[in-house]
C-alpha cells in the first residue's frame, strides 16, 4: 500500500518553479525534500495542497506574493552615498544588513551605481512575483524520531548542520 503524504512523513518533490510568464525560475535539478506537517520546510500552500497526496501524483500549484516571497515594499529601497560601500562594488552583490533593533539581517542586493549614489533593495528578488510549482511526488517516508525532533530532515537531501 502506498503510504499518504501525512504529518511527520518526509516527502521528496520533483519540482520546477516558473513565473506567469513560463520563464524558468528554478529547475529543480536537486529534488526537494522537506519534512511535512507544519515545520516551516517549504511554503504552508504548497504543503496544504500535498497533504493527502501519494507517489507519482503530479500537482501544479501558482502562488500569489503573499504565500510566496511576499509583497514588494517599497520601503526596502535605499539609496545611500557610494563612499559608504567598498571600492570593487557591482550591481548584483548583496549584503548583510542587521535591522535598526538589531533583531533582523535582511540581504540587500545592489541594483544601480550612478552619479556617486548606490540603490541597494533589501526585497527577495522574488518578492511581488506569482510563482508556478510543477510538483511530482517522488517518495514518501515515515520520519525518524530524531528528524520529528529536531523539525528536518536528515541525511540525503536534508541538512545535518546544528
Known sequence: MQMEIAKNSVVTLNYTVR???G???DDGHQPLVYLHGGYDGIFPAIEEALHGKKVGERLQLKLQ???AFGDYDEELVLVEDVGQFPENIEVGMSFERVT???EDEIIYRITDIA???VVVDGNHPLAGVALVFDLTV???RPASA???THGHVHGPGGHHHH
Request: net charge negative; proline share 10%; no cysteine.
Open 100 to 102: 535598526d533593533d538589531g
Open 115 to 117: 552619479d556617486g549614489k
Open 65 to 67: 506574493p503573499e504565500d
Open 23 to 25: 520563464n524558468m525560475i
Open 19 to 21: 513565473d506567469p510568464d
Open 146 to 148: 530524531e528528524e520529528i
Open 138 to 140: 517522488a517518495e514518501v
